[in-house]
């Protein structure tokens, strides 16, 4: 049990640093994120809503199709 905890500890490292260095690149341009769109359900039906982050006020806000 305690080969196998080690082993994946192994793999996360691994895992971790590849993550790191295939968006080390990006760091160099920041953003900043002001909407997300979300959809919940399947591909015949659903609903859409969003967030919207008002900079102004520092508040995200909440906007659906309803």
């Given at each position: 049990?305690?080969?196998?905890?080690?082993?994946?500890?192994?793999?996360?490292?691994?895992?971790?640093?590849?993550?790191?260095?295939?968006?080390?690149?990006?760091?160099?341009?920041?953003y900043?994120?002001?909407a997300?769109?979300?959809?919940?359900?399947?591909?015949?039906?659903?609903?859409?809503?969003?967030?919207?982050?008002?900079?102004?006020?520092?508040?995200?806000?909440?906007?659906n199709?309803?």
């Amino acid at each position: 049990m305690a080969e196998h905890r080690h082993k994946l500890e192994q793999r996360l490292k691994v895992l971790e640093n590849e993550v790191n260095d295939a968006f080390k690149e990006y760091k160099n341009f920041p953003y900043y994120l002001h909407a997300i769109l979300i959809h919940d359900g399947n591909a015949e039906s659903g609903h859409y809503y969003t967030f919207i982050f008002d900079r102004v006020a520092n508040k995200w806000w909440r906007f659906n199709d309803f």
